[in-house]
């Protein structure tokens, strides 16, 4: 497992008296989403199972996992640094940090992390709070500040990945998490000999019938020079200028043979 696997495994969310088991599928829906897999909840007001993975599909391995507790001092008491979501500051000294500022500080600790989510209703009491040692924020719109418990659920547990495995392998894979393919920048020559069949098509469609075709192919130019192509993009446009070339070339044989014909 890579260190940032490994970090988001040692992460555990945390649903204090969750109400809703929609709400809990969804949130396990989102784990599933972001790679994290330890989801415990104090007291709920209900738990199946079977209905969450009915409404989070494919998330069997996820709720295997999930673990019940009482008292929320009994499901942090393995954990090095417990992070309470609220959508309002304390008047207390309690460090505090946005989502961004929260993962990258805290994803870098090394110890078991948990992040506390509360009530769907009224979020986490002071109670609650008083047993996180930092809180986490999302800076909503102050008029409507409450979130839905998945959606603020969704917005750390990204934050939370996207410290944990860092930029490269955002840049590198793609969503199949493939290798992507490198192809190498287009030469200039070769973008100077690409312009010149451009500007033959766009004569042949008419595009510079009667003006002067050097404005218009001066905005193509920072049009396409602007884009930063590969290689491989630049000959899939290529083919396109040659494609209206010999399209052109063909109509023009047709309208020489109806000539040769009806003459």
Not at 72 to 94: F, H, I, N
Not at 109 to 120: D, H, I, Q, S, T
Not at 180 to 201: D, I, M, N, V
């Amino acid at each position: 497992m890579s260190a940032g696997g490994t970090q988001l495994d040692r992460t555990v969310i945390v649903l204090h008296e969750p109400q809703d088991v929609v709400n809990i599928a969804l949130v396990v829906r989102a784990m599933k989403n972001m790679g994290l897999a330890r989801l415990r909840l104090v007291n709920p007001a209900e738990f199946d199972a079977w209905r969450i993975t009915g409404i989070a599909h494919d998330t069997r391995d996820v709720v295997e996992r999930i673990r019940v507790f009482e008292d929320l001092p009994s499901a942090l008491a393995d954990v090095g640094y417990a992070l309470g979501a609220t959508a309002r500051r304390r008047s207390t000294r309690q460090d505090w940090w946005n989502p961004e500022q929260a993962a990258t500080r805290l994803t870098a600790r090394g110890a078991p992390l948990a992040v506390v989510f509360g009530r769907e209703d009224r979020g986490l009491s002071n109670e609650a709070l008083d047993l996180c040692h930092g809180l986490v924020c999302i800076p909503t719109n102050p008029d409507h500040s409450s979130m839905n418990l998945a959606h603020a659920a969704v917005i750390l547990m990204y934050e939370l990945r996207k410290a944990a495995i860092g930029p490269e392998d955002w840049t590198d894979r793609d969503l199949s998490l493939k290798k992507r393919r490198q192809t190498p920048p287009a030469l200039h020559s070769e973008l100077e000999a690409f312009f010149g069949k451009w500007q033959r098509a766009m004569e042949e469609i008419g595009l510079f019938h009667g003006i002067d075709p050097v404005p218009k192919m001066r905005s193509f130019r920072n049009m396409f020079q602007r884009a930063d192509l590969d290689r491989r993009e630049l000959g899939l446009i290529l083919a396109a200028a040659y494609e209206v070339l010999h399209f052109a070339e063909r109509e023009k044989k047709r309208a020489r043979d109806r000539a040769e014909a009806g003459g």
